[in-house]
């Protein structure tokens, strides 16, 4: 980490949250003013923790209330070809493409609804999402009805992520009348990098057509705000850095907050798409790089770009002093077109991940024992074991597709995403030390940063 010059000032403007005294993770005080759940009452000064070293019983992964997601595959069918793709195009290696009906849309948000409580966020998954709007007004339909009927005390967040080719009356209706449906749109980087993948059914390019789309719908009805880039071996190909990437799709679509994503292999995958595999160094000083610099922006420009990742840590570093645990079959579950119950959308759609159907008269028993449940409890507690103590583990997100990605089994730790999540979290935590010893810079990035939180949508990234 970078030296710190005028250690008061710093110490004055930063908590320390971590409870490793090695390598403090450090937020704004003002930021900590704004956090009800953080107790800051015994706060004895500078240099105290406010959490506490936490000890194996204390990091668990198996206690959360409520539903943390769902996610309704509403299209088993997609318009581009996009050879990475982790769901295969929505086909999931199946032959049927079809579609989610309205009433299967309906009854997934009821099942889960009435037995959790509570939904954190629903997400419409496929595929190409937009190509079933009917689902998705279902989904919201039912939501809505459920918060109305007190079975849900909040409404959840409820958003989609789309390759932006879809423009139509009917998706304009549904992001004006539905204002609370929050959008994202997959772009990879400039026109060359994004047509290398990023092609239509008929092998055309669809940059163009996307910036076109993306602007009449910002102009019509102020979405989509964020946007997601999946970083692969092509990207490095190119001489641009993965900044200068992001400034670039910044200048053509207006939107401030991008999301990266870096590809990893699948059960469908034909070459290797993970930049991590193919050059594990330049990955992650690319990525340091855009972290370093989306935070100078926050800092320094009235018209920053926010590195996703940026807003999520700040979030993240409120939490318990743990990894993020992968809560798929637990609180977190994918629905298919067909009513098939699935963990989560990154794990493929085969007979060994599936937990059940709708409709099935023991679908709450194979909920909570099903065998896919325990790969994935095997991965978390491997993580508990191997990243509980570490500075960075707030920072890890545990994900047993990441896995099967790297390492080929979903229980086993994919070692070179536990090494992005630590450059990104020095890389991140040392910007702050940096942005706090300078007061013009601290002021703005606390407006920025502050003024933008409520614009994000939750990415599949973390």
């Known amino acids: 980490?970078?030296?710190?010059?005028?250690?008061?000032?710093?110490?004055?403007?930063?908590?320390?949250?971590?409870?490793?005294?090695?390598?403090?993770?450090?937020?704004?005080?003002?930021?900590?003013?704004?956090?009800?759940?953080?107790?800051?009452?015994?706060?004895?000064?500078?240099g105290a923790p406010l959490t506490q070293p936490s000890t194996t019983q204390d990091r668990r992964w198996d206690r959360d209330t409520g539903l943390a997601k769902l996610i309704l595959q509403v299209s088993h069918l997609c318009n581009l070809t996009c050879s990475y793709c982790i769901a295969d195009a929505g086909r999931w290696g199946k032959?049927?493409?079809?579609?989610?009906?309205?009433?299967?849309?309906?009854?997934?948000?009821?099942?889960?609804?009435?037995?959790?409580?509570?939904?954190?966020?629903v997400y419409l998954f496929g595929g190409e999402p937009t190509l079933n709007i009917e689902a998705i007004e279902a989904a919201c339909d039912e939501v809505e009805r459920l918060?109305?009927?007190?079975?849900?005390?909040?409404?959840?967040?409820?958003?989609?992520?789309?390759?932006?080719?879809?423009?139509?009356?009917?998706?304009i209706r549904l992001l004006t009348e539905r204002s609370y449906v929050k959008m994202s749109v997959s772009l990879d980087?400039?026109?060359?990098?994004?047509?290398?993948?990023?092609?239509?059914?008929?092998?055309?390019?669809?940059?163009?057509?996307?910036?076109?789309?993306?602007?009449?719908?910002?102009a019509r009805t102020g979405q989509p705000k964020t946007l997601e880039l999946t970083y692969t071996p092509r990207h490095q190909e190119s001489d641009l850095s993965l900044w200068e990437m992001?400034?670039?799709?910044?200048?053509?679509?207006?939107?401030?907050?991008?999301?990266?994503?870096?590809?990893?292999?699948?059960?469908?995958?034909?070459i290797n798409y993970d930049p991590l595999l193919l050059d594990i160094e330049r990955t992650l000083a690319d990525v340091d790089d855009a972290i370093t610099k989306s935070m100078e922006s926050i800092a320094t420009s009235d018209d920053p770009i926010y590195y996703y990742h940026v807003i999520a840590f700040m979030q993240?570093?409120?939490?318990?002093?743990?990894?993020?645990?992968?809560?798929?079959?637990?609180?977190?579950?994918?629905?298919a077109r067909d009513g098939a119950v699935y963990p989560c959308q990154n794990l493929p759609e085969t007979p060994e991940t599936l937990i059940g159907y709708l409709g099935d008269a023991d679908l709450d028993r194979r909920i909570l024992d099903n065998p896919v449940l325990q790969l994935i409890n095997a991965?978390?507690?491997?993580?508990?074991?191997?990243l509980g103590e570490q500075w960075f583990a707030n920072f890890c997100k545990i994900c047993p597709a990441y896995n099967l990605g790297e390492t080929h089994k979903m229980d086993t730790l994919a070692p070179s995403r536990l090494k992005l999540y630590e450059r990104m979290a020095?890389?991140?935590?040392?910007?702050?030390?940096?942005?706090?010893?300078?007061?013009?810079?601290?002021?703005?990035?606390?407006?920025?940063v502050t003024s933008r939180a409520q614009d994000t949508f939750e990415l599949n990234m973390f």
């Open 379 to 386: 991965a978390n507690r491997q993580a508990e074991e191997k």
């Open 246 to 270: 992001m400034k670039m799709m910044r200048e053509d679509t207006g939107i401030r907050i991008i999301g990266v994503e870096l590809a990893y292999n699948t059960s469908y995958s034909h």
């Open 95 to 121: 032959s049927d493409t079809s579609f989610m009906s309205p009433s299967i849309a309906a009854q997934s948000i009821r099942y889960f609804g009435e037995k959790y409580g509570s939904i954190g966020s």
């Open 147 to 171: 918060v109305e009927q007190g079975i849900l005390q909040e409404m959840p967040d409820v958003g989609f992520t789309s390759n932006g080719t879809v423009l139509n009356d009917k998706l």
């Open 316 to 335: 993240v570093l409120f939490k318990k002093h743990q990894p993020n645990f992968c809560p798929a079959a637990r609180n977190y579950f994918t629905v």
């Open 1 to 46: 980490m970078a030296l710190v010059k005028d250690v008061r000032k710093v110490e004055k403007r930063m908590v320390v949250l971590s409870h490793n005294p090695f390598v403090p993770v450090l937020v704004p005080a003002e930021l900590v003013e704004r956090q009800p759940n953080i107790e800051i009452e015994n706060f004895d000064g500078i």
């Open 189 to 218: 980087g400039p026109a060359a990098l994004h047509n290398y993948y990023r092609l239509d059914a008929a092998g055309r390019p669809t940059y163009d057509k996307i910036i076109h789309n993306v602007q009449t719908m910002r």
């Open 426 to 448: 020095s890389a991140f935590t040392t910007a702050l030390l940096t942005i706090a010893e300078n007061d013009r810079m601290y002021t703005h990035f606390i407006k920025n």
